[in-house]
Structure formats: structure tokens, C-alpha cells
């Protein structure tokens, strides 16, 4: 039986050629046990209480997310079988202009503003569903909704997720490039 508290460090390789790497600290509870023929078991959970994640994608990505307290790792036997529920989050500054609507499109958007990448890791820790969410912590409501509206879709929403972090910058909306004649851009 082990008592897992703060003062312990963690590391989750989950890629170990691109470095694909979660760190962090957490408490919990956790029983091991190996059977006479040499299988071992693990039983319980960790909550994070910090930690980073250097998220890497075909040698194209390579950010790190800061851990999000809270999220917690949790087993019950195999200790490759484990659940995990993790957000993390990337923060940045980005301009908006490139993703409101040509309308709306003025000088007071090209400042940039506080935004907030956040990842969602479930079902299997060694191959964890992800899916993201982008928020923007300062702008208004109005803002916020023509922001989202861009990202209605997964794929639309993916394509500015990974925009903002490769790029640091979002994608004008598709209809927006179409109307512009802008066929030629480059999908993320």
C-alpha cells in the first residue's frame, strides 16, 4: 500500500521517441501487488496537484501545457489499463481579427489577447481520447460567440487549435477564406 503525496514526482511516457512526456505531482492511494508468477497489479488513483505535458504531434508540435489541478489518474489492476480524466492548458496571446467575421473586422481586433488552449485527456492512459476547447478569458461575450462560431465543428475547431499553437495565430474562418479567394491555404 502506498500513500502518494506531493512530495513524490510522477512521469508518463507517452511517446518516448518525440518526447511525447507528462510530468507532475499528486496524492492519492494506490495498492501493488505482484503473484508468485510475477504479475503485477496496481489499484487505486492519484489526483494531480500540478505538473506540465509536453505535448508533441508528428515532430510539427512541440508545446508544453501546464496541468490543470484536479485531474486524476486512476487503476485497477493491469497498470497499463488505467483511466485517466487530465485537463491541461496552453496560454498565449493571439490576435482575433483573422477570425471574426469580415464585418466585424476591425484594427481593435489585430491587438493581441489573453488566450487559453485547454486539452481534455480521457478513457486510456496509454491512448487517451484528447479534445480541446479554446477560451478566452478577457474578451466579452459578443467576442466570445463569434470567436466559437468559427470553431463550430471538430475539424474547424482542431484546424484553430492547431493554427494557435503552431502558428500563435487563429485562421480566418473557411467561409471568410473562400470569400476572399484564398483556395491555396495550408490545413493544420
Known amino acids: 500500500n502506498v500513500e502518494v503525496t506531493p512530495d513524490a514526482k510522477f512521469e508518463l511516457i507517452f511517446d518516448p521517441t518525440v518526447g511525447d512526456i507528462m510530468r507532475g505531482r499528486g496524492q492519492g492511494n494506490i495498492t501493488m501487488s505482484v503473484t508468485p508468477s510475477g504479475d503485477f497489479s496496481m489499484k487505486g488513483d492519484v489526483q494531480v496537484v500540478d505538473g506540465d505535458y509536453l505535448f508533441t504531434l508528428r515532430n510539427l508540435v512541440n508545446k508544453r501545457f501546464g496541468i490543470e489541478p484536479g485531474g486524476h489518474i486512476d487503476w485497477f489492476g493491469d497498470p497499463f489499463d488505467a483511466s485517466i480524466d487530465i485537463d491541461a492548458v496552453y496560454r498565449l496571446r493571439a490576435a482575433l481579427y483573422d477570425v471574426m ?44 460567440t463569434q470567436v466559437n462560431s468559427a470553431m463550430a465543428t471538430t475539424d474547424d475547431l482542431n484546424k484553430q487549435v492547431f493554427s494557435v499553437i503552431v502558428l500563435n495565430r487563429f485562421l480566418p474562418p473557411s467561409e471568410a477564406r473562400a470569400a476572399q479567394g484564398n483556395t491555396n491555404t495550408t490545413d493544420i
Open 101 to 144: 467575421p469580415p464585418a466585424l473586422q476591425t484594427e481593435a481586433y489585430k491587438k493581441r489577447v489573453p488566450v487559453e488552449v485547454m486539452m481534455h485527456l480521457t478513457q486510456k492512459l496509454m491512448n487517451p481520447d484528447i479534445g480541446f476547447e479554446v477560451r478566452l478569458p478577457t474578451v466579452d461575450e459578443g467576442v466570445r
